[in-house]
């Protein structure tokens, strides 16, 4: 490999490596690193400050990362009683899982999340690492514990109950996120979960309004999603199950048409597009111009856990590869689909020709 290759290879894993840095991982003087970046920065391949590349397909997620527990029941779940169950455990957190996802489906990824100098934070990120993420920006917090998520299933997959240990989160303050804006900058397309705090999600909101970048939100949970702005303007995309949907229209959902209005009262706060996921019956896109009902792909469920984080992950492939929102949206089902039949959150079988074949066999079976 050419040495200007070289450098931008270490500079896309971490940029903020410094010049003797590179210096000595490729074996040439400070100075010659030197003149590779003029020349680098010369072409246009090298951008700003902190090496920022000229990266179009990046998708940089920020917000969980956890440790997942999973208790599934050995028989129909009893609450206020002792339930017999399998438990097992996975790395888990929604941009953690659409990360892993997305650098499965060979997209070029970054993961931005803290965790806790603990055996299962550096669990968590070797794990993601594993699949082509890059790590280089996740803080790690000496004075916390890393996040943890513990579901209960019942016989057929269905949670009950979740309980989520996520303090290590509001450590995080937008001038932290100010620290790493230029590698942020550097993504063609950025994804934010609400585990982060109010202000963090007000401040990367505004900046990619400002910026013009294109920013996916996913508002994890009724509660959580509550820490979003009120007013949008800057979000390319947010995708609300059909709960969470409610609590940011204010309003029932409990007809399509019902839901078409709760998009429009999303859409009135500033977002582009509105995509509710609304388990068995699919998800119903609206934008501006366009809204459709798509129902979903039919498939064996082994588990829900994940479907959600596995329709934005093909909703995100399909965006940086060109696709429309609807194109996209179908992507997003397989992706789904794929991922119920396995019990893990992120399924092995998620993988880009994989969900392209899918898509088509299962248009085919409609």
């Known amino acids: 490999m050419e040495k200007d290759m070289q450098i931008l290879h270490h500079i896309r894993q971490n940029p903020f490596i410094t010049q003797q840095e590179l210096a000595?991982?490729?074996?040439?003087?400070?100075?010659?690193?030197?003149?590779?970046?003029?020349?680098?920065?010369?072409?246009?391949?090298?951008?700003?400050?902190?090496?920022?590349?000229?990266?179009?397909?990046?998708?940089?997620?920020?917000?969980?990362?956890n440790l997942d527990r999973k208790?599934?029941?050995?028989?129909?779940?009893?609450?206020?009683?002792?339930?017999?169950v399998t438990i097992m455990e996975s790395c888990g957190g929604v941009a953690r899982n659409i990360a892993e996802n997305?650098?499965?489906?060979?997209?070029n990824t970054s993961l931005i999340t803290s965790i806790g100098e603990d055996k299962e934070g550096e669990?968590?990120?070797?794990?993601?690492?594993?699949?082509?993420?890059?790590?280089?920006?996740?803080?790690?917090?000496?004075?916390?514990?890393?996040?943890?998520?513990?579901a209960l299933l019942d016989i057929d997959g269905e949670m009950v109950v979740s309980l989520a240990?996520?303090?290590?989160?509001?450590?995080?303050?937008?001038?932290?996120?100010?620290?790493?804006?230029?590698?942020?900058?550097?993504?063609?397309?950025?994804?934010?979960?609400?585990?982060?705090?109010?202000?963090?999600?007000?401040?990367?909101?505004?900046?990619?309004?400002?910026?013009?970048?294109?920013?996916?939100?996913?508002?994890?949970s009724s509660i959580k999603a509550k820490k979003l702005p009120q007013q949008l303007d800057g979000v390319e995309a947010i995708l609300p199950n059909r709960e969470e949907a409610e609590l940011m229209a204010g309003m029932k959902i409990t007809t399509i048409e019902e839901c078409a209005e709760a998009c429009r009262k999303i859409r009135e706060r500033g977002v582009k597009h509105?995509?509710?996921?609304l388990g068995e019956e699919g998800i119903y896109y609206q934008?501006?111009?366009?809204?459709?009902?798509?129902?979903?792909?039919?498939?064996?469920?082994?588990?829900?856990?994940?479907?959600?984080?596995?329709?934005?992950?093909?909703?995100?492939?399909?965006?940086?590869?060109g696709e429309s929102f609807q194109s996209a949206c179908r992507l997003g089902l397989a992706a789904s689909a794929l991922t119920l039949q396995t019990?893990?959150?992120?399924?092995?079988?998620?993988?880009?020709?994989?969900?392209e074949l899918a898509v088509e066999q299962f248009e085919k079976e409609r």
């Open 165 to 220: 240990n996520m303090d290590i989160y509001d450590a995080l303050t937008p001038e932290m996120f100010a620290e790493k804006w230029s590698h942020i900058a550097a993504a063609h397309v950025v994804f934010i979960d609400t585990n982060i705090p109010a202000d963090c999600l007000a401040y990367i909101i505004e900046r990619c309004r400002e910026e013009n970048i294109l920013l996916f939100v996913d508002p994890v």
């Open 24 to 65: 000595d991982l490729i074996g040439i003087s400070r100075s010659a690193v030197a003149g590779y970046i003029a020349q680098l920065t010369k072409r246009g391949e090298i951008k700003g400050r902190a090496y920022v590349l000229r990266d179009e397909g990046m998708i940089a997620c920020i917000g969980g990362a």
């Open 123 to 150: 669990w968590l990120l070797q794990e993601t690492k594993k699949h082509g993420v890059h790590i280089s920006q996740v803080w790690r917090l000496p004075t916390q514990r890393t996040g943890t998520y513990t």
């Open 343 to 355: 019990d893990q959150s992120v399924s092995p079988l998620l993988k880009a020709e994989q969900l």
């Open 102 to 107: 997305l650098g499965r489906l060979g997209c």
């Open 274 to 277: 509105v995509i509710v996921t």
């Open 287 to 321: 934008s501006e111009d366009v809204e459709e009902h798509m129902l979903p792909y039919p498939t064996e469920v082994v588990d829900v856990t994940g479907a959600g984080d596995a329709f934005a992950s093909g909703l995100l492939y399909g965006i940086v590869n």
């Open 71 to 84: 208790a599934r029941g050995k028989q129909q779940v009893r609450l206020h009683s002792s339930n017999p």
